[in-house]
């Protein structure tokens, strides 16, 4: 079975950073595209960052592009959003996702984790 398991939240000040890492079992890390979403209170789940070893391909969304990075440790299948110069509206619950598409980042992905929760305190 395919699994994901997120972790790394936590409780942050305006401008700190955090490291997410997402632990993935079950499928061939290379085949896969990758994906950081997250949801805010009252707001639909967005993407954050997306990446395809396979395709060599890495996007993120304008609001984190230049603050957040997605890594991937392939020997050890974890995909991992480090966060740096957190802002309140970073806050939400961040889920980590995969989908044996080529490359996709949306909701439709097929397979997702249990979230963890960021907070940024202004």
């Known amino acids: 079975d395919v699994q994901l398991q997120a972790s790394g939240g936590g409780l942050v000040q305006t401008g700190g950073s955090l490291r997410l890492s997402c632990v993935t079992s079950?499928?061939?890390?290379?085949?896969?595209?990758i994906g950081w979403f997250r949801q805010a209170p009252g707001k639909e789940r967005e993407g954050v960052s997306c990446?395809?070893?396979?395709?060599?391909?890495?996007i993120y969304s304008s609001s984190v592009k230049g603050r957040f990075t997605i890594s991937t440790d392939n020997a050890g299948n974890t995909v991992y959003l480090q966060m740096n110069d957190l802002k309140p509206e970073d806050t939400g619950v961040y889920y980590c996702?995969?989908?044996?598409?080529?490359?996709?980042?949306?909701?439709?992905?097929?397979?997702w984790g249990k979230g963890t929760q960021v907070t940024v305190s202004s």
């Open positions: 079950g499928f061939i890390f290379d085949d896969y595209a």
């Open positions: 990446s395809s070893s396979k395709l060599g391909r890495t």
């Open positions: 996702a995969a989908d044996k598409a080529d490359f996709l980042c949306n909701n439709v992905m097929e397979y």
